[in-house]
């Protein structure tokens, strides 16, 4: 022991601390990752849209017009054409975004609670709990998930309230497994066993130490559900289940529109285009951070 | 007559599978006086850790940890027979640990300060500055340069000497009783082995603390304890103040464990070792567990199992051998399991 007291070093710190995030860092890893660029261009494009949309539209999109029914593209000033009213479909598609966002988001939002709750009380205390919920849910993943969210829709009443309701209480599965299976490879990990010797509550575990530690891939799922759930809110509006009219919907544009698909395909064609963009948008954002948090792992 | 600050009796963990039922730690007695470290030494798969794991009432289930007691601090508190959320206000507040790995027992997603923080927050309800400066000046305590921006770093910032210097100071947040120690230099430099060995001791020192410090490191035994236990396949082979252990080991055991040390000068030698394994559970021997691989063994330890015969006041040994030589022969024989 003496022999040591001599020569005492001080160890090095390998790096210094950084408060804030580093702007330059996420710079790079925006031009690193392709896929999240451009999804999140997309992404930050229909948002903006959406949050902008009395900005960025032409026309009022309630304001009917039957003299300007059916117009083409770029006709009297209108860029996308008119549907049958005569409503400016540009406008329309722009007022879209913000039911599809809103729709998306918050349904997504109310999976995620549900899903992330479950997934980390099962996760975490195992045994029969485990057993109880895992095979709840795998009674819920055994419907065909569209279905059900109809049924529940035809149930409690077309309207967005509902929709977003059906959509979140469908989708909850996926997050739930996702979470339970971090948390079961988390939960082994020593500084959750430290956390235990000083005395954390299970709640605290849950919640302060293993919650964050799980949030990459529950980010990537979350942002891929955000596709999956304005696909779904189309497809109700689609049926006549979802939105009701007039509020703007690209669902239920679409399916407006094709009854005049033989002269004007158009009307049909952007709201569905818009559909298509927006979700591969988020689809390539969430493959993008799927790539980035894995080679994050691979470099550890 | 000095108190002891924990009075293990009888200690057992019995860990059940579907298809069987072994005890990792089997019946084990022992006490650490107040400010006294305790080694516990053995190879791997001894049961050093679950020992540590049943103290703190940590043992995940299907291990289930049964005896007379566990006495902390004196009469008041038997560690047994406390339930969770008692538990939970000594760990950390009372009693505290070390771990093996501080390369993976920080939290990967907090700042350094926000970790040892914590342990304010839960036992002593330290929030906001009070607590910055607290944690600034545990971070002074246990020896790292900069503690006011170390605070702001993540634990992959730190090298491993530091982050094992960071557990010391979470362990001492609350000024524990009792700290244990598993292996706490094990996953490090030698270098930096001698420095954490020596705070951990001036710390201890400078507090007053008791210490249980397992290890399978004899060095750091000579160096740290006061007291050792050699522990075999869930069982104290052997026990007593460290320096009789080294120099008059009785338990063919810890004589081979002492055999096996490297030793300066004589390089050209080849270092003995001590042939096969533990044991796994399902495999103890009936008798002595050391039977199979002990040099001096005889038919009466394949029979049964030898308890623990005191040799000297305060030092004892379980083997047939010691009382073969007609040092005791007044101690009650314990049933063959």
């Given at each position: 022991m003496e022999l040591f007291k001599q020569v005492k070093f001080d160890e090095p710190v390998r790096e210094k601390a950084k408060l804030a995030l580093d702007v330059k860092e996420i710079l790079y890893v925006l031009t690193k990752s392709k896929s999240v660029l451009i999804g999140g261009m997309i992404v930050f494009i229909v948002i903006f849209c959406a949050i902008f949309a009395p900005l960025i539209a032409?026309?009022?999109?309630y304001q009917m017009n039957i003299g300007d029914r059916?117009?083409?593209?770029?006709?009297?000033?209108h860029l996308l054409g008119t549907d049958q009213y005569g409503r400016d479909l540009f406008t329309r598609i722009i007022y879209g975004a913000r039911v599809s966002l809103e729709v998306g988001f918050i349904s997504v939002g109310l999976s995620l609670l549900i899903g992330v709750t479950i997934g980390l009380i099962a996760g975490y205390y195992g045994g029969w709990i485990d057993m109880i919920i895992m095979r709840f849910v795998d009674i819920v993943l055994s419907f065909p998930v569209l279905l059900l969210a109809i049924a529940l829709v035809a149930a409690l009443g077309p309207g967005i309230q509902n929709v977003i309701l059906a959509l979140g209480v469908v989708y909850w599965t996926n997050y739930a497994r996702i979470v339970r299976a971090s948390v079961l490879a988390i939960k082994e990990e020593e500084y959750i066993q430290a956390a235990k010797t000083i005395g954390s509550s299970d709640f605290r575990i849950i919640f302060y130490n293993i919650l964050p530690n799980c949030l990459a891939p529950i980010v990537v799922v979350a942002t891929l559900g955000l596709g999956v759930a304005i696909i779904a809110e189309a497809t109700l509006s689609f049926l006549g289940l979802g939105i009701q009219p007039p509020k703007a919907s690209w669902g239920w544009t679409l399916a407006f529109g094709m009854k005049f698909i033989r002269e004007t395909p158009y009307l049909s064609l952007y709201p569905g285009l818009a559909i298509m963009i927006t979700v591969l948008g988020f689809n390539l954002l969430g493959d993008g951070i799927r790539d980035l948090t894995d080679s994050k792992l691979k470099r550890k | 007559m000095q108190q002891n600050m924990l009075e293990v009796s009888n200690l057992t963990t019995t860990f059940t599978s579907r298809k069987s039922t072994f005890n990792a730690v089997d019946g084990i007695s022992f006490h650490v006086e107040k400010g006294e470290t305790l080694g516990i030494v053995g190879e791997s798969g001894c049961g050093k850790s679950v020992t540590s794991l049943s103290i703190m009432g940590l043992v995940k289930p299907p291990g289930k940890v049964s005896g007379k007691h566990i006495r902390f601090d004196g009469d008041g508190i038997d560690l047994l027979h406390l339930d969770q959320k008692e538990m939970r206000k000594l760990r950390g507040n009372e009693i505290a640990m070390i771990f093996q790995e501080p390369m993976t027992s920080?939290?990967?997603?907090?700042?350094i300060g926000n970790q040892i923080g914590e342990t304010l927050k839960i036992h002593k309800k330290i929030k906001g500055i009070e607590q910055k400066d607290k944690v600034v000046e545990l971070l002074k305590l246990v020896g790292i340069p900069r503690p006011d921006e170390i605070f702001y770093s993540y634990p992959h910032q730190l090298s491993g000497g530091m982050r094992q210097r960071v557990m010391i100071a979470m362990a001492m947040a609350c000024d524990p009783k009792l700290i244990i120690a598993d292996?706490?230099?094990?996953?490090?430099d030698v270098t930096i082995q001698a420095q954490i060995l020596e705070l951990i001791k001036e710390l201890q020192e400078q507090k007053g603390m008791s210490m249980i410090l397992i290890t399978h490191d004899l060095g750091v035994v000579s160096e740290v304890c006061d007291r050792v236990l050699v522990m075999y396949a869930g069982k104290i082979v052997e026990s007593g103040p460290v320096k009789q252990i080294l120099q008059n080991p009785q338990h063919p055991y810890t004589k081979g464990l002492l055999a096996s040390l490297p030793r300066k000068g004589e390089s050209h030698k080849r270092l003995s070792y001590i042939p096969g394994q533990v044991p796994a559970p399902k495999n103890?021997?009936?008798?002595?567990?050391?039977s199979d691989r002990c040099?001096?063994?005889?038919?009466q330890c394949y029979v049964s199992l030898p308890p623990l015969f005191p040799i000297s006041e305060d030092q004892h040994a379980a083997c047939w051998l010691v009382k073969e030589e007609g040092r005791e022969a007044d101690v009650k024989h314990e049933t063959v399991r």
């Open positions: 032409t026309h009022d999109p059916l117009l083409k593209p770029m006709e009297h000033g | 920080l939290n990967p997603v907090y700042r292996e706490p230099t094990t996953a490090l103890w021997p009936k008798g002595c567990r050391f040099p001096y063994v005889m038919d």
